[in-house]
């Protein structure tokens, strides 16, 4: 049979690629299908958690120096930190920390992405808000030497800005609109600052130690501030999103764990007044601080007759039991320190030093749900009484402690029943 060559045979052509590279974070952390609807797809939608989409490179043609090599463009949203860092296990929590799925998504049709270093009139408005107004929430230091130290210094500028916007939105009073708005910006800034500060990590100098020390600071504020309903920003709310441990909780650890390899530059700097604070506290221990006969008594109940439960003393091993009793012991020190005169910048960084000096294993056990250890976070939320001043702290305690205790059992009720009392009163968000 011959072969019409006006009609040849239709030639099979090898089908293209469709795979998308444009799903949300939660969903490539999953490696599920994204359908990448905005702003926010399915998955996400049916799962109950924050969708967020990276910013994609568009992928240019090779170029004719195919052969040279050139640099690779590092994660943009997910840092790193050296593994030799003090605090084992921190710079993986502090990964999750500050990656997208830590902040609420948000979606501004108004603004049109920019890169690092470019800023519009609007950013002026962000930078006067945190000097002027934002600072003063924080420490007198945060509105002097901070916007000096991130004249030169990229990601601690957007850093800045994303914090003023947050404050705006937060303080604003036009209307959901305009907070979705500078929800937005604050995220785009945010997202802008990591690139260069991964960057930064990977090379800790006597020039760069406080402006590292600082960021990570304002991440753990951002984190605070960036979730205003009580879920995804505490312990188990996220628990998939975050293997167990909170967002916030991951990011004290992660600035305790650089401040651990640039303590002699932080401590010379113009942060060093952050360090203070802990050598006050210090000073009201040796000073006899003692914590209230009834915050005392409801620890020494955890200690005495939780820990000695049949099916804990079963199920916990002894390294397991030491991480107990140690941040039972650390929290009491804590809160004896509370019981004098302190100032609201004292009050927080006593809320600060609990989660960065429990042992790695408590926060295992904590992600874990493991009821003892749920019901020393419990009281720890005892420390974050005196702070509903604070904006980005603003019912914190409440919260947390309501999380902790829907997460607890009806048996294990009685050992909370203190903190539920402390926190419940009318004078306090009631």
Known sequence: MSTNPANPAPSKTRRSHTKSRGGCAECK????????????????????????????????????????????????????????????????????????????????PNSAPRGIGQFNMEDMTLWHQFICKTSPTLASPWGNELPSLALNCDYLLHGILALGALHLAYCNQLGPAKQGHYSYVANHHYDLALCPFQQAMANVTAENANQLFAFSTLLLIFNYASNRSPGPAFPFAAAEATEGVSNWLACLRGCSAIFA?????????????LISTGT???????????????DDNSLTQIKNVVLNNPSVKSSTTDDEMDAYLDAIERLRALLAATTQPLDSILRRAACSIWPTRV??????????????????????????????????????GLNLFQIVERSLGDEWAIYVEHPRRELTRKSYGR
Not at 70 to 85: F, G, M, V, Y
Not at 280 to 294: D, I, R, S
Request: aromatic residues 6%; proline residues 8%.
């Open 29 to 108: 952390r999953r490696k599920l299908k994204c359908n990448e609807a905005k702003p926010i797809c399915a998955g996400c939608t049916k799962r109950e958690v924050t969708c967020v989409y990276s910013k994609m490179v568009s992928r240019a043609a090779p170029s004719k120096d195919a052969g040279q090599e050139s640099t690779p463009r590092p994660n943009a949203l997910i840092p790193t930190l050296d593994p030799a860092i003090g605090t084992n296990g921190a710079h993986s929590a502090f990964q999750t920390a500050i990656s997208p799925g830590a902040l609420v998504a948000g979606q501004s």
């Open 261 to 273: 390899i640039a303590q002699e530059y932080v401590e010379a700097g113009p942060m060093g007044f």
């Open 280 to 294: 006050q506290m210090q000073a009201a221990l040796q000073a006899g601080a003692k914590p209230t006969a009834e």
């Open 359 to 396: 042992s790695d294993t408590f926060v295992r056990l904590l992600s874990e749900k493991r009821p003892p250890a749920m019901i020393i976070m419990a009281h720890y939320c005892l420390l974050l009484r005196g702070l509903e001043d604070v904006w980005y702290m603003e019912h914190r």
